[in-house]
């Protein structure tokens, strides 16, 4: 008995192959190596923001969905930061650096922060 022949239920995809360039640049997001980079940048535009005495107390975790989410070593300065300096912040993020589009930011006490 013979086999029908199988007939491809797509054309053939003529479409040009993805550039070296394109292809490594997918693999760096896949792997989170391009996170790295940018959550350096977050960590330096924090520390402008916040001030030397606030940045060394905390660490900016990542920015998600326009949340700057940032750990912070202890409770009096979730609310202190909470309580009197957000509001700032934040409209000094939003003007200095419109390009990441924060809309808010959250802080998480973090005990691995303490010295």
């Known amino acids: 008995m ?3 022949s199988k007939t491809r239920n797509r054309p053939y995809d003529r479409s040009e192959p993805a550039s070296l360039g394109d292809v490594i640049s997918q693999l760096f997001t896949l792997r989170g190596y391009n996170r ?16 030397e005495d ?22 009096a300065l979730i609310s202190e930061l909470t ?13 200095d650096h419109s390009h990441l589009k924060i809309r808010d930011i959250k802080f998480k006490l973090r005990s691995d922060l303490t010295k």
Request: hydrophobic share 40%; proline share 2%; net charge positive.
């Open 2 to 4: 013979s086999r029908p």
């Open 54 to 75: 606030i940045a060394e107390q905390t660490k900016v975790s990542g920015l998600k969905n326009g949340i700057l989410q940032v750990g912070v070593s202890n409770s």
């Open 83 to 95: 309580a009197f300096l957000k509001v700032e912040m934040l409209e000094q993020l939003q003007v």
């Open 36 to 51: 790295v980079q940018g959550n350096k940048q977050l960590d330096e535009i924090w520390g402008k923001v916040a001030g």
